[in-house]
Nanobody
Framework: VQLQASGGGLVQTGGSLRLSCAAS??????????MGWFRQAPGKEREFVAG????????YYADSVKGRFTISRDNAKNTVYLQMNSLKPEDTAVYYC?????????????????WGQGTQVTVSA
């Protein structure tokens, strides 16, 4: 499974960005149970942002982004999106998408098996 994330950039406080993550690979459709977005700011650990169960569509969010970010997926395109609104400087980080192949835990990095290369999001004050 390969993941290609895109859509990052520089935005002012209060602005919006939409991240995309396209998955490919012959085993993706049979193995995927969920996808998620994580982020990592300089000097900090990678943290969970949002996740989606691939077949049910159930979504999960970190408290810090709830009400501002929306995760969605397009099963036909093997793509997951993260719509980010009302961005704050503390949202600045490299954002990573990931795929999990097992049911259960969604908020831990250890639950995910495949990772994209990351896309930089910078929110200016």
């Amino acid at each position: 499974v390969q993941l290609q994330a895109s859509g990052g950039g520089l935005v002012q406080t209060g602005g919006s960005l939409r991240l995309s993550c396209a998955a490919s690979g012959r085993t993706f459709s049979t193995d995927v149970m969920g996808m998620g977005w994580f982020r990592q700011a300089p000097g900090k650990e990678r943290e969970f942002v949002a996740g989606v169960a691939w077949y049910s569509g159930t979504t999960y969010y970190a408290d810090s982004v709830k009400g501002r970010f929306t995760i969605s997926r397009d099963n036909a395109k093997n793509t997951v999106y993260l719509q980010m609104n009302s961005l704050k400087p503390e949202d600045t980080a490299v954002y990573y998408c990931a795929v999990k192949t097992k049911m259960g835990v969604v908020r831990s990095t250890s639950a995910y098996d495949y990772w994209g290369q990351g896309t930089q999001v910078t929110v200016s004050a």
